[in-house]
């Protein structure tokens, strides 16, 4: 396919009208993301480590498969942008990704099964790994060309908050599907497990297929990938475009930016429940409210983000960011003096400001991560930026942990003081982004992959 083809092909898919029904639909595929991720990554293992008195750690270990494996997210997308599968460029490969994902579930089921009162049974154990490994290689493969599909699916105004929205229905999904799961089984049952992964497969799956059916026109006999530049049969090379996208110095800041914001938004993740024991000796019931606090603050602050700055172009989203990452840090900072001078009526109002700023910082985030990706390598740059976030998730979390084990277990300082300095380093870390993200020419960086921008929006932005 010629070049002016290409272009041709890519004007007339950022034309094609993006509706409310539209994106509503794209969003649907996150009911089944939420359904498959509560069941693995928090009743599968809670049944493993607290029913069946498995250790936490070769659990931990299969649940991190996703994260060990996250490079193939960025060959996904690589594929996406230049060998269509069967006659699409993303379809195809979400598709395949969720169906291992379908298919990995009875796998778990059967797992629990085997272990279910002979915890060394190998059989069983290969089962788990088996269906943690089917599950993370479907996320991976699917989730970048799935971004990359909602991406190409909005005029380049509202790819932003075309990638916002389905990650927020995502939250309110996990928020939803939560509680509902919680209610379904409150005690482990292996036909109420078995009745959950039937519904998974039969519900969760639907809506993968239903969210992306249609969304993009099948390909014609001959025609290469619709961002391609370089003849169909000699894409570009997956190094050479990989090289070609670190060798921007701006791409190379903001994947740094990506690591050490979620990297700092996620070191409490794994010590935010023993904090409220073992500083304030608070009971389960309080504790296990704390991650619902922050998250529905989150929800709200993305809802209202999405309302407020809706029709603000993408490039104009960093100072968005910046705001959020900074009152995230307040937060921390505020949970810190918490800790530190043994004030529990203030936890829940530091939740309460992480979560709001964690809203804000995720609607612009989002959006930049739109921005700072070009049409033709864009499934290329959303699985780098979903590798920066997935693998700086697992590593932020463990080391909240760790410096936990560390100050508390080996310093021996109190444990007011020791979580004190773990939040504080985490807003020091926060505060850190965002130096890293001033330092970022998102409005050149746009200008030279193709996005149009005005002088006026350009100068607005440089202001922000």
Same mark, same amino acid.
């Given at each position: 396919?010629?070049?002016?083809?290409?272009?041709?092909? !890519?004007?007339?898919?950022?034309?094609?009208?993006?509706?409310?029904?539209?994106?509503?639909?794209?969003?649907?595929?996150?009911?089944?993301?939420?359904?498959?991720? *509560?069941?693995?990554?928090?009743?599968?293992?809670?049944?493993? %480590?607290?029913?069946?008195?498995?250790?936490?750690?070769?659990?931990?270990? !299969? #649940?991190?498969?996703?994260?060990?494996?996250?490079?193939?997210?960025?060959?996904?997308?690589?594929?996406?942008?230049?060998?269509?599968?069967?006659?699409?460029?993303?379809?195809?490969? %979400?598709?395949?990704?969720?169906? @291992? @994902?379908?298919?990995?579930?009875?796998?778990?089921?059967?797992?629990?099964?085997?272990?279910?009162?002979?915890?060394?049974?190998?059989?069983?154990?290969?089962? =788990?790994?088996?269906?943690?490994? !089917?599950?993370? !290689?479907?996320?991976?493969?699917?989730?970048?060309?799935?971004? =990359?599909?909602?991406?190409?699916?909005?005029?380049? +105004?509202?790819?932003?908050?075309?990638?916002?929205?389905?990650?927020?229905?995502? %939250?309110?999904?996990?928020?939803?599907?939560?509680?509902?799961?919680?209610?379904?089984?409150?005690?482990?049952?292996?036909?109420?497990?078995?009745?959950?992964?039937?519904?998974?497969?039969?519900?969760?799956?639907? $809506?993968?297929?239903?969210?992306? /059916?249609?969304?993009?026109?099948?390909?014609?006999?001959?025609?290469?990938?619709?961002?391609?530049?370089?003849?169909?049969?000699?894409?570009?090379? $997956?190094?050479?475009?990989?090289? &070609? #996208?670190?060798?921007?110095?701006?791409?190379?800041?903001f994947f740094f930016f990506l690591t050490l914001a979620t990297m700092a938004a996620w070191a409490q993740d794994a010590i935010l429940e023993p904090f409220g024991a073992e500083v304030f000796d608070l009971p389960l019931s309080r504790t296990t409210r704390f991650n619902s606090y922050w998250q529905a603050a989150t929800v709200v602050t993305l809802l209202a983000g999405s309302a407020v700055?809706? &029709?603000?172009?993408?490039?104009? +989203?960093?100072?968005?960011?910046?705001?959020?990452?900074?009152?995230?840090?307040?937060?921390?900072?505020?949970?810190?003096?918490?800790?530190?001078?043994?004030?529990?009526?203030?936890?829940?109002?530091?939740?309460?400001? $992480?979560?709001?700023?964690?809203?804000?910082?995720?609607?612009?985030?989002?959006?930049?991560? /739109?921005? @700072?990706?070009?049409? &033709?390598?864009?499934?290329?740059?959303?699985?780098?930026?979903? *590798?920066?976030?997935?693998?700086?998730?697992?590593?932020?979390?463990?080391?909240?942990?760790?410096?936990?084990?560390?100050?508390?277990?080996? $310093?021996?300082?109190?444990?007011?003081?020791?979580?004190?300095?773990?939040? =504080?380093?985490?807003?020091?870390?926060?505060?850190?982004?965002?130096?890293?993200?001033?330092?970022?020419?998102?409005?050149?960086?746009?200008?030279?992959?193709?996005?149009?921008?005005?002088?006026?929006?350009?100068?607005?932005?440089?202001?922000?």
């Open positions: 396919m010629s070049m002016a083809s290409s272009t041709d092909t !890519l004007t007339n898919q950022s034309e094609r009208p993006f509706t409310f029904w539209r994106m509503l639909r794209l969003s649907s595929f996150q009911i089944g993301s939420a359904m498959g991720d *509560i069941l693995v990554t928090s009743i599968w293992n809670r049944v493993m %480590i607290t029913n069946f008195g498995i250790p936490a750690t070769p659990v931990g270990l !299969l #649940i991190a498969l996703r994260y060990l494996l996250s490079p193939l997210g960025l060959w996904a997308g690589y594929l996406s942008d230049t060998r269509p599968l069967w006659g699409f460029r993303r379809s195809s490969y %979400i598709w395949l990704g969720r169906s @291992m @994902m379908v298919l990995s579930l009875p796998l778990l089921g059967l797992s629990l099964m085997r272990l279910d009162g002979a915890t060394s049974d190998v059989p069983g154990w290969l089962l =788990a790994f088996l269906s943690s490994l !089917l599950y993370g !290689l479907g996320t991976l493969i699917s989730g970048s060309p799935f971004l =990359a599909l909602v991406r190409d699916s909005a005029p380049p +105004q509202k790819q932003g908050l075309a990638i916002s929205s389905v990650e927020t229905i995502l %939250i309110i999904f996990f928020a939803i599907v939560g509680i509902g799961f919680s209610l379904w089984m409150q005690e482990y049952s292996q036909p109420i497990f078995w009745e959950m992964v039937v519904t998974t497969m039969l519900v969760g799956g639907f $809506f993968w297929f239903f969210a992306i /059916a249609g969304a993009e026109k099948r390909l014609k006999k001959g025609e290469g990938g619709a961002t391609a530049v370089s003849p169909p049969h000699h894409p570009p090379a $997956f190094l050479a475009v990989l090289r &070609k #996208i670190w060798q921007d110095p701006r791409t190379r800041l700055w809706r &029709k603000r172009p993408p490039e104009r +989203q960093a100072a968005i960011a910046k705001w959020g990452l900074g009152v995230m840090a307040l937060g921390l900072l505020v949970l810190g003096g918490t800790a530190f001078a043994h004030q529990v009526h203030l936890i829940e109002v530091a939740l309460l400001i $992480f979560g709001a700023g964690f809203g804000v910082y995720t609607f612009g985030g989002l959006s930049l991560m /739109a921005v @700072m990706a070009s049409d &033709k390598e864009a499934g290329a740059y959303l699985g780098l930026w979903s *590798i920066a976030i997935l693998v700086s998730k697992g590593l932020g979390t463990f080391l909240g942990g760790a410096a936990r084990d560390l100050l508390l277990l080996g $310093f021996d300082l109190p444990a007011g003081v020791s979580y004190a300095v773990i939040f =504080a380093l985490e807003a020091l870390g926060l505060l850190g982004a965002i130096f890293i993200l001033s330092r970022i020419d998102v409005v050149g960086f746009a200008r030279d992959v193709g996005r149009v921008i005005s002088r006026t929006e350009a100068q607005i932005a440089l202001a922000d």
